[in-house]
């Protein structure tokens, strides 16, 4: 038996690791080559799977439902990266504790906040806003923490590499990556470095939503960890082994809530006390023990989460908690509008890691609260694609829905306004044009100004509003022309081809 | 005493002179190119290209054994051959593999491009066409590739941050195509040299057409420029919406005179679009009155050649 269980751990750390690398390397592929391939990755997160139900990954959620109710959370320690990662942390950590400060010991569960912020991400998500499932969600989190730490290492290694072999290696602009966002993935990266190195998992024991939702599940799996009496000595070596603190030698009971399912209990018991049990079968059924702390966290939950969705059912325009006006609120193609956004986004950066012209950046005050870290487009740098979509085919959640290259040189997410008091034909009177030579639909056009000279025009009704105009326009303090945000994303006219007869000509001179 | 030390000096300066000449010849500047200006109709990019450069005099004129060269084409936008929004890549593939058969130790290829680089680079057509020729693209996407020259004569450009390839290697070859420009009115040799520049904003704030023409003053200038005119856009320009502004030309301008070169092809284009004259595209006529060229072709050998 204990053969099997060692197995079953090292099988768990081998694919553990691979996944961890495969999600990290969807992040940090700085060349754009890997991330396609490895995309599936992502979509077997929980939290994605969930807001992505609605637009495909229905399966995916279902699959990983089935598998919490049929083996407990190993998706916490088989999927999960943020989870991985701790592990990873924990190990690394223990080789500069001494033995005894390496043991774990029996914790008490912590319901109330458990549960209390499982109820509150809920009650949001119920009430359209992802806000706090963003700040919360492991996969979320790694993501931005992937994006936003490791990614600027990988850019500064091959910045090195760059500068030893500059005909092999190109530079990579620090430009793409922005204070705010990088605060937000070192704050993740602290947060779980700490707790995983002082008390192994108890990030996902307390503070995880994802953890507390599939924890109430295991509760109800087929099979979980369970302790035999006739064999167990009292030794007490698995509750020092459970990083997860949730095996109780005493009452010779584990927590199948809070287990994730790493196995090493199993691994360490020298009388295969300890191991996997089918829950319903008889020999090993415990009472049930009633405790009123549980059915006192189990109403309050239902009462909030019911009255969460009454407010939903009988107010559905209202849900916005933080209206947004700002005409910097460009949300990227296949967003559709900042509602849906801030109804699917949990802000995992996937799409900035993935965006080749790295116009896509993470939003701080544009969005309102509840859209901090959100994907928004900034000009100032970079612009749009024109026929790029791959922001759309990478987002897991559903959040940036699928384009076609078509759909996308038509999908409109803003409209380019003309200041002329800007604009240096009209103040210099001199050619310019940058503006129309950026813009891939000629919805910028130049039309006859004095003496010859050009100047813009906009018809808004082909803008896409990917900023070509506004990124190149060399008006400065002011630009002359600026994209204004289309709260929902718009249909812009495809532009009318006039077939040019050929002409026949000869040299000319 | 006075006369002997006259005829000794004249004698001397006479055996100089006579050392003096042929060795310039040999080595200091090409003989002299069998015609000032090249235009060839009618035939593929390869094949136009092969007749053009043997009416300049063959590449051996132009890049010497084991010099560098480096190759700047328009590959400003993410956008297929046929959209003439950049120089097809056949061409440059040409002049690329002709560079190698003179004895090129190496030749490069890059442009600051506008779209996204990598896919420019890629859906241009022309990093597989350089690299199955033999040549290599050169990265130009990050300021820390170019280096600040002072451009002496310039009126409104003094200064710009041009690609170190272009300073470094022996031998530049510039290679447009030719195009509309809504911006300066038309893209052809002196535009596509903007190309080779870091900070292009300041020459829209800054006059363009001016700074066009002041840049044609840089020191270093290019061995020939060879504007492809295979497709040529119209109209839309630089950028193109669609094959609609795209008429199949099949032609070729090849000149080392970069306002002769453009002269030649504006006078070409302006088949296509009558209102397109000298006078609208101004950056030619400055270049003339900068002293980078002439606009007067008349005056030159000019070859027509019709495949």
């Not at chain 1, 290492?153 to 990579?172: C, E, Q, S, W």
């Not at chain 1, 009462?303 to 908690?321: C, E, N, S, T, V």
């Not at chain 2, 890049?63 to 061409?91: C, F, H, S, Y």
Request: hydrophobic share 40%; proline share 5%.
């Amino acid at each position: 038996m204990r053969a099997m269980y060692k197995g079953l751990r090292y099988f768990r750390i081998l694919f553990g690791t691979l996944f961890l690398t495969a999600v990290t390397l969807v992040f940090v592929d700085l060349g754009g080559r890997a991330a396609g391939l490895l995309q599936p990755v992502i979509e077997w997160q929980f939290v994605p799977a969930l807001l992505g139900a609605t637009s495909g990954s229905l399966c995916v959620l279902l699959l990983l439902l089935l598998l919490t109710l049929a083996f407990g959370r190993v998706y916490c320690s088989f999927l999960c990266p943020a989870g991985i990662f701790q592990d990873v942390v924990t190990r690394i950590a223990n080789l500069f504790k001494s033995r005894k400060a390496r043991r774990y010991t029996y914790a008490a569960p912590h319901r109330w906040l458990r549960y209390g912020l499982l109820t509150a991400t809920l009650a949001a998500f119920l009430l359209g806003e992802t806000a706090l499932l963003l700040w919360l969600d492991p996969y979320s989190n790694y993501g931005r923490m992937a994006e936003n730490l490791f990614r600027a290492g990988a850019t500064g290694l091959n910045n090195v590499g760059a500068a030893a072999f500059p005909d092999t290696f190109y530079r990579i602009s620090y430009k793409t990556f922005t204070a705010g966002s990088i605060a937000a993935g070192a704050l993740f990266f602290s947060v779980l470095v700490v707790l995983s190195a002082w008390r192994g998992r108890l990030y996902c024991n307390t503070i995880c939503p994802v953890g507390s939702l599939l924890g109430v599940l295991s509760k109800y799996s087929l099979f979980h960890i369970g302790i035999s009496k006739a064999a167990c000595t009292h030794c007490r070596l698995c509750e020092r082994a459970c990083k997860a603190q949730c095996i109780d030698g005493r009452t010779e009971q584990c927590d199948a809530s809070r287990c994730v399912q790493c196995y090493t209990c199993t691994t360490v018991c020298k009388t295969n006390a300890i191991g996997l049990r089918f829950r319903y079968a008889s020999r090993f059924r415990s009472a049930a023990v009633v405790d009123p702390q549980r059915r006192r966290v189990f109403l309050a939950s239902a009462g909030l989460l019911g009255a969460a969705a009454a407010a939903r059912a009988l107010f559905p325009q209202a849900r916005r908690l933080w209206p947004v006006e700002s005409p910097k609120a460009i949300a990227p193609p296949g967003a559709q509008s900042i509602d849906h956004l801030k109804q699917y986004c949990t802000g995992c950066h996937a799409c900035i890691a993935r965006c080749p012209s790295k116009v896509i950046r993470p939003a701080l005050g544009e969005y309102g609260l509840d859209g901090v870290m959100m994907p928004v487009m900034d000009y100032r740098y970079a612009f749009c694609n024109y026929t790029c979509t791959e922001c759309s085919q990478i987002c897991p959640n559903g959040a940036l829905l699928p384009l076609t290259e078509d759909h996308k040189k038509t999908t409109q997410i803003g409209k380019a306004a003309f200041k002329a008091e800007n604009c240096i034909v009209l103040l210099d009177e001199t050619d310019c044009g940058a503006c129309d030579e950026h813009c891939p639909t000629k919805a910028v056009h130049m039309v006859d100004f004095r003496d010859g000279l050009l100047i813009p025009e906009v018809d808004p009704t082909l803008c896409i509003g990917c900023g070509g105009c506004e990124y190149i326009c060399p008006g400065r303090p002011d630009k002359a022309i600026v994209v204004q945000a289309n709260p929902s994303h718009l249909t812009a006219r495809l532009p009318v081809e006039e077939k040019q007869e050929t002409i026949e000509v000869d040299f000319g001179f | 005493m006075e006369r002997r030390n006259f005829i000794k000096s004249l004698t001397l300066g006479s055996i100089v002179g006579a050392l003096g000449t042929p060795s310039k010849r040999l080595f200091a500047s090409p003989a002299p190119a069998a015609a000032d200006l090249v235009a060839v109709m009618g035939g593929e990019p390869e094949a136009m290209y092969s007749r053009a450069i043997a009416a300049m005099g063959g590449m051996r004129q132009y890049v010497k054994k084991g010099q560098r060269v480096v190759i700047k084409p328009n590959i400003g936008w993410d956008k297929r051959p046929e959209l003439a929004a950049n120089t097809n890549p056949l061409l440059v593939a040409a002049i690329v593999k002709d560079c190698l058969a003179a004895g090129a130790s190496e030749v490069g290829v890059f442009d600051h491009t506008c779209d996204t680089w990598l896919k420019c680079y890629k859906n241009s057509g022309i990093e597989e066409a350089v690299k199955a020729a033999g040549g290599k693209m050169l990265f130009a996407h990050e300021e820390r590739y170019y280096r600040e020259v002072a451009i002496p004569n310039g009126k409104r450009l003094k200064s710009a941050k041009v690609h170190e390839a272009i300073l470094d290697y022996d031998v530049w070859i510039n290679v447009p195509v030719l195009k509309n420009h809504n911006g300066a009115k038309m893209s052809i040799s002196m535009k596509n040299a903007m190309g080779i520049v870091w900070d292009r904003g300041y020459w829209h704030a800054n006059d363009l057409q001016q700074c066009i023409a002041d840049f044609a003053t840089f020191r270093k200038r290019p061995a020939l420029h060879i504007v492809d005119a295979y497709r040529v856009m119209t109209k839309n320009g630089p950028q193109g919406r669609s094959v609609n502004d795209v008429q199949l030309a099949k032609a070729l301008f090849v000149s080392a005179d970069t306002v002769a070169a453009d002269t030649a092809a504006l006078k070409f284009f302006n088949q296509y679009n009558p209102k397109m004259t000298l006078d609208e595209a101004s950056h030619i006529k400055l270049g003339e009155q900068m002293k980078a060229g002439t606009t007067g072709i008349d005056r030159l050998t000019i070859q027509r050649i019709r495949l």
